[in-house]
């Protein structure tokens, strides 16, 4: 692909399971027409889905015409890098896989607020819920 990630390596996948990303191609990919820009590789934590749900932004609820499943805890989602920015600031940050989040989150979000929240995903990401 040739793009990077936000640690100056190659992009690595978000996750398929559901199938995550602006293109829905499991990767946090970004181009033009991604204006939200859906940057950051989140794992889904009760609180974070709660929060987006608070800000009118509804990761829950499926909606199947925009091929979107709803989201659970340990989901690994393409998050967009304002909403993921607005989370941090009300302290309910999503942990953030770096390898998986592309390098044009940092245009919206300081690098040290991902590390902040920086996590090794397990092999069993359904394990993590917070």
């Known amino acids: 692909m040739g793009e990077r990630n936000v640690q100056g390596g190659d992009l690595e996948s978000c996750g398929d399971d559901p199938v995550t990303g602006f293109f829905r191609n499991g990767c946090c990919s970004t181009g033009p027409e991604d204006l939200?820009?859906?940057?950051?590789?989140?794992?889904m934590t009760s609180e974070f889905l709660a929060h987006q749900r608070r800000i009118g932004n509804d990761l829950?609820?499926?909606?199947?015409?925009?091929?979107?499943?709803?989201?659970?805890p340990g989901d690994r989602w393409c998050v967009t890098a304002a909403n993921w920015l607005r989370a941090h600031h009300d302290g309910v940050a999503a942990p953030v896989v770096l390898a998986s989040t592309h390098e044009r989150a940092l245009?919206?979000?300081?690098?040290?607020?991902?590390?902040?929240h920086a996590v090794d995903v397990p092999?069993?990401?359904?394990?993590?819920?917070?």
């Open 60 to 72: 829950s609820t499926p909606v199947p015409q925009f091929r979107f499943p709803g989201l659970v």
């Open 36 to 43: 939200g820009s859906h940057t950051i590789c989140a794992v």
């Open 123 to 130: 092999a069993d990401p359904g394990a993590l819920d917070g």
């Open 107 to 116: 245009e919206v979000v300081p690098l040290a607020a991902l590390e902040e």
